[in-house]
């Protein structure tokens, strides 16, 4: 395990994470919900309950599947802690950790609406573009996969990946 400090910070910053997400889903549930919502940027932002909330996954994809959701959520959670454990602190590891504590956050914050409510609570609208309803947590996910996919393609190198191999499988190696 790499510094214990490094790891507890990250688990402090995703429980704020999380915090923050719930506390933006509570103000949409008190503030928007049985409202026409509020337009923050006429003609093309707008905060709107969505009513019912959104039982499926992103843009509303398999709906209902509540159980699949909470499967693929704790899996994911688990091997992204896994992953923030054992992955060294360097500088240019920095900006992975922290899209993987904000992909972590993510996934936690609609899992506690999946349990708690059965839906995921969304209010940011696009509707410029009527783009799908989404929330705070949807947000930490997106921005965080394209930057994680911008890191995989761009920015590490051969050596980078083997020197995380390293770190990561090498406690399910064999010893000879």
Not at 9 to 25: H, M, N, Q, R, T
Request: aromatic residues 16%; contains cysteine.
């Amino acid at each position: 395990m790499k510094n214990k400090k490094v790891f507890l910070i990250e688990l402090i910053g995703i429980a704020v994470l999380i915090g923050f997400d719930y506390l933006s889903k509570i103000w949409a549930n008190t503030s928007l919900k049985g409202t026409d919502g509020i337009e923050q940027i006429p003609g093309v932002l707008k905060l709107f309950y969505l009513p019912n909330g959104n039982t499926g996954a992103a843009f509303g994809i398999f709906k209902g599947q509540l159980w699949l959701f909470l499967l693929i959520t704790v899996i994911v959670c688990i091997l992204m802690l896994y992953v923030l454990i054992n992955i060294p602190f360097e500088k240019k590891y920095i900006v992975l950790h922290v899209v993987l504590v904000f992909i972590t956050a993510g996934g936690i914050g609609n899992m506690i609406d999946r349990i708690s409510g059965g839906y995921v609570i969304d209010f940011i609208y696009f509707y410029l573009i009527n783009f799908p309803i989404f929330n705070v947590a949807d947000i930490y996910v997106t921005v965080s996969t394209v930057i994680l996919g911008i890191l995989l393609l761009f920015v590490y190198k051969e050596d980078d990946f083997k020197q995380l191999e390293n770190y990561l499988f090498t406690p399910f190696r064999k010893k000879k």
